[in-house]
């Protein structure tokens, strides 16, 4: 898991979508979580996706805002985020599990993206 693109400033209310590009392995075998870290705050659980797309799970302070997808031909998955607010404003990972005994918990995955800033203005 490699590339992430996407982040940047917004206002609140606004839209960004993230994207997180893997290469080197075989994508669809991978279950993708999303999670982000606020400053001074715990690394959270966003969503998550399984291999083949099927099935998405979210947290309840994202749910109904943000939509992730994944496209296994382009070996990307997607993060749409909707209503933004400033309590969004993270850096936010990508990471990926053959099989996570534990789909909510960061320690499930075993590659993780770099990150990319969103910064949500009020």
């Known amino acids: 898991v490699q590339l992430q693109g996407g982040g940047g400033l917004v206002q609140a209310g606004g839209s960004l979508r993230l994207s997180c590009a893997a290469s080197g392995r075989t994508f669809s075998n991978y279950f993708m979580g999303w999670f982000r870290q606020a400053p001074g705050k715990e690394r959270e659980f966003i969503a998550s996706i399984t291999w083949s797309g099927g099935s998405t799970y979210y947290a309840d302070s994202v749910k109904g805002r943000f939509t992730t997808s994944r496209d296994n031909a382009k070996n990307t998955v997607y993060l749409q985020m909707n209503g933004l607010k400033p309590e969004d404003t993270a850096v936010y990972y990508c990471?990926?599990?053959?099989?996570?005994?534990?789909?909510?918990?960061?320690?499930?995955?075993?590659?993780w993206g770099q990150g990319t800033l969103v910064t949500v203005s009020s």
């Open positions: 990471a990926a599990s053959r099989i996570p005994s534990d789909a909510v918990i960061g320690a499930s995955y075993e590659y």
